[in-house]
């Protein structure tokens, strides 16, 4: 069964610290994609992982994949209030499709 | 930039109605997907195109068609829609780097 995890589903986190968020699946892919959602909006795309090892950072945020786990990491450094929306993560299994992860819907607060 | 548009943002209607939700793009990108979400919840992949004349059927692809006669024009449509069609449908569109870009999504209530 094709199966993408995140956990935590929900995290609350203080201004300035770290935290990460995880994301399992359950068959073979060299392709992940992490995207953040604005209440109320569409997705935006921040990193797209294509191989084992892969590491992409953008601002408070860094993103990883071990393909041989089969896992991706999103970890957030010194948060602050911007970050604030639901992340998630998805792989593509087979062809072009993409299955997505549950989310996790990150506040944090002053 | 992406240019990736839906119409309409927002459709209320009634059960037993026939809908279409309109996606296009201008970035000449092959391929093309529609999604639902429920509030809170995981995009679900309703069907997908490689190309013109290119559709195939998501995991969910809940009683609806879509069609791909221009590569940019990706159209939806619900031939009788249901209360359980109320959700959001969002339309990407994906390029060659394999970056997925989102339309802002259509908000569908179904009386």
């Known amino acids: 069964e094709l199966k993408v995890e995140q956990n935590p589903l929900f995290l609350s986190m203080q201004e300035g610290k770290n935290y990460t968020i995880y994301c399992n699946y359950s068959t073979t892919s060299d392709r992940l994609y992490w995207y953040r959602q604005d209440p109320g909006k569409s997705l935006e795309s921040l990193f797209v992982?294509?191989?084992?090892?892969a590491v992409k950072q953008e601002g408070r945020l860094m993103a990883s994949l071990d393909t041989k786990a089969r896992l991706s990491t999103l970890h957030i450094t010194a948060a602050v209030h911007d970050l604030s929306a639901t992340y998630f993560c998805?792989?593509?299994?087979?062809?072009?499709?993409?299955?997505f992860g549950t989310g996790t819907s990150l506040t944090v607060i002053p | 930039e992406a240019d990736i548009y839906q119409t309409p943002r927002y459709l209320v209607i009634g059960t037993g109605k026939k809908i279409t939700l309109e996606c296009s793009q201008t970035m000449g990108h092959d391929k093309m997907y529609w999604y639902q979400q429920d509030p809170g919840m995981e995009l679900h992949l309703i069907h997908y195109s490689y190309g013109v004349n290119s559709t195939e059927k998501g995991d969910l692809s809940s009683e609806s068609t879509v069609s791909r006669i221009r590569t940019e024009h990706f159209p939806l449509t619900l031939e009788s829609a249901r209360p359980s069609h109320t959700s959001q449908y969002l339309c990407?569109?994906?390029?060659?780097?394999?970056?997925?870009?989102f339309g802002p999504g259509t908000r569908l209530t179904v009386l």
């Open positions: 992982l294509l191989s084992n090892g």
């Open positions: 998805a792989v593509v299994f087979t062809g072009n499709q993409f299955y």
């Open positions: 990407a569109s994906r390029d060659s780097g394999y970056t997925q870009y």
